[in-house]
């Protein structure tokens, strides 16, 4: 996978989209860390890396980073309807009420700061009023992925770069959380990071490639942390 094509003010925009200082209130989850920890789950850094290797080799971050994808080039072809039907589809797959405003939450507030950050003369106007449109009378419009996948795709990030960069995202997201839950020091969040990237390629390489009827994921162990994390007596984190 090349990456020779990317542009710096692609690497940029890349960086921007993916970094934890992006105001979308990603800090403020844990996706049920948060309960595995209060029990014991996971306790140190070998725990805490096993958990999100298999989150990356069977659970929902694959199904959501494919569909980020899939959301990419319905942007790029101008395709309303598909991001719609895949929006609605990743909305079908949240599993817990928990994960499912997360995930809405996350991608309103995204999508509405692309919105007013957004001056490139370019700017596809009929995207930009059809997403001002749904915002305002749509609920469930739009997950986190799908808007990560609009504005990677009108950035013209390579969509190997974006998978990456979504990957790297959630990655760190939920590497400071266990940092400050197990809690890990700082230079141990970094040394995980360090270690995670292999797996991180690798999936990027299976999503990029999966087809539509092999969209799957085993995620039934988050889908029990989240539940019971919105009854946790003591929380850190948002439900």
Not at 63 to 92: C, D, F, H, P, V
Not at 113 to 142: G, H, M, R, Y
Request: aromatic residues 10%; neutral net charge.
């Amino acid at each position: 996978m090349s990456y020779q094509n990317l542009s710096a003010n692609q690497l940029l925009s890349l960086l921007q989209l993916a970094s934890s200082t992006l105001p979308v209130g990603a800090y403020s989850y844990s996706e049920g860390l948060e309960l595995l920890v209060a029990r014991g789950k996971i306790y140190d850094i070998k725990t805490l890396k096993i958990w999100l290797e298999n989150c990356l080799k069977f659970g929902s971050i694959r199904l959501e980073t494919a569909l980020m994808i899939r959301a990419y080039w319905a942007t790029k072809s101008a395709n309303l309807q598909g991001l719609n039907n895949w929006n609605y589809w990743l909305t079908a797959t949240r599993e817990t009420e928990e994960l499912r405003l997360q995930s809405l939450q996350m991608g309103r507030t995204l999508m509405r700061l692309f919105i007013n950050i957004n001056v490139e003369p370019n700017l596809q106007v009929p995207l930009v009023s059809w997403l001002q449109e749904k915002l305002k009378t749509d609920a469930d419009f739009c997950n986190f992925a799908i808007a990560f996948g609009i504005i990677a795709s009108h950035w013209q990030i390579e969509p190997e770069a974006a998978i990456l960069g979504y990957l790297y995202s959630w990655m760190t997201n939920l590497v400071n959380a266990g940092v400050k839950l197990i809690p890990l020091g700082q230079t141990v969040g970094q040394k995980l990071l360090l270690e995670m990237q292999d797996q991180i390629v690798f999936t990027s390489q299976e999503v990029i490639k999966l087809k539509d009827d092999e969209l799957n994921s085993c995620s039934w162990g988050l889908s029990l942390a989240s539940m019971a994390h919105e009854t946790q007596y003591t929380r850190l984190f948002r439900s």
